[in-house]
């Protein structure tokens, strides 16, 4: 069994940066791809960024976080990150952390249905 553990939400300013972690407890993510949703009130949970376990670790990231957002992986201790720069107040959302058996593509990986083990979410505000 996979039981995610998120920390490291909190509220900033425009402009800050935030790193949130999210471990697992109970298997390894050696075999196992990992990604960051977030979702705000109303609206559907959204695709973050993703990692998966084979070539390295590819990587994959929405649009909107390009170039701010960093997501890395230590297998040594099952953790999973991600490092937000730049922070912007659309980015206020509560974010969970995602894995999936099996390996996922830059493609697949943002598919929300693939994943099955979910994190408890852990809130981010950014004020202006």
């Known amino acids: 069994q996979v039981q995610l553990v998120t920390s490291g939400g909190g509220s900033v300013q425009a402009g800050d940066s935030l790193r949130l972690a999210c471990q697992s407890a109970?298997?390894?993510?050696?075999?196992?791809?990992t990604a960051w949703f977030r979702q705000v009130p109303g609206k559907e949970r959204e695709f973050v960024a993703g990692?998966?376990?084979?070539?390295?670790?590819?990587?994959g990231y929405r649009d909107s976080v390009k170039g701010r957002f960093t997501i890395s992986r230590d297998n040594a201790t099952s953790t999973v990150y991600l490092h937000m720069n730049n922070l912007k107040p659309e980015d206020t959302a509560l974010y969970y952390c995602?894995?999936?058996?099996?390996?996922?593509?830059?493609?697949?990986?943002?598919?929300?249905?693939?994943?099955?083990?979910w994190g408890q979410g852990t809130q981010v505000t950014v004020s202006s």
């Open positions: 995602a894995a999936a058996l099996g390996a996922t593509t830059a493609q697949s990986m943002r598919v929300i249905r693939l994943y099955t083990y």
């Open positions: 990692i998966t376990w084979l070539g390295g670790g590819t990587t």
């Open positions: 109970g298997r390894t993510f050696s075999r196992m791809s």
